[in-house]
């Protein structure tokens, strides 16, 4: 059973901030590495992609990718109110010709003011 | 541009009932998937369908099944339904391409409550 696992928080961090989300995966031949936040009561929606080990920058938005260690993470600077919500951590799996997305629970993440 | 559509938003069956599911995906998608969500685990999922063919298939029973239609549009159905059943469904729009097939728009999902 491949998995993914995530903190489930709450992770509370003050306005302006570092959050730090991290997820662990177990299937070592995944390529493809996502973030997807939910707001409470919305739908997810992609905030990052990643595939290559190292660090990609979108705005204020980090992800790392450690393959070796098997380990993702999303790093948030300078964080605000409306960074509250739950960060979905996504992981493809592949077996022969089925292809799918495979979810961590989330962490929830509270910014306060 | 119109994002992914979902009907209905709401649904209350009861157990041996069966149940379709509506999804209209953003213009110039061709890939559908579905997944269904639930606190206890997540968001699991169900099928992708890509060109009007299965293309991927998740760990559900054959009691889930789902089509495409030529114009994209896709619809899952759920037969003889069980208290289990209950949770938020939600289906994802992709391009569908090498590269592009993760990267999802979400509808708003349809809340089924089995009582």
């Known amino acids: 059973q491949k998995e993914v696992e995530q903190n489930s928080g709450p992770l509370s961090v003050p306005e302006g901030a570092i959050a730090s989300l991290n997820c662990t995966y177990s299937d070592r031949v995944s390529q493809s590495f996502f973030w997807y936040r939910q707001y409470s009561g919305k739908s997810p929606e992609l905030i990052m992609s990643?595939?290559s080990n190292g660090d990609k920058e979108d705005g204020r938005f980090t992800a790392q990718l450690n393959k070796a260690s098997q380990y993702v993470s999303l790093l948030i600077r300078d964080s605000q109110p409306s960074d509250s919500a739950t960060y979905l951590c996504?992981?493809?799996?592949?077996?022969?010709?089925?292809?799918?997305?495979?979810w961590g629970l989330g962490t929830s993440l509270a910014v306060n003011p | 541009k119109a994002g992914v559509t979902q009907t209905p938003r709401y649904l209350i069956k009861t157990r041996g009932q069966q149940v379709t599911l509506s999804c209209s995906p953003i213009s110039g998608h061709r890939s559908v998937s579905w997944y269904q969500q639930t606190p206890g685990q997540g968001l699991q999922f169900l099928f992708e369908y890509f060109s009007e063919t299965q293309r991927n298939k998740g760990n559900f029973p054959g009691r889930f099944s789902g089509r495409q239609f030529s114009n994209s549009r896709s619809e899952m159905n759920v037969s003889t339904l069980e208290l289990g059943d209950s949770a938020l469904y939600l289906c994802a729009s992709s391009l569908g391409r090498t590269g592009e097939m993760e990267k999802l728009f979400f509808g708003s999902g349809t809340q089924l409550s089995v009582l």
């Open positions: 990643i595939y």
């Open positions: 996504a992981v493809n799996y592949n077996a022969g010709n089925n292809r799918k997305l495979i």
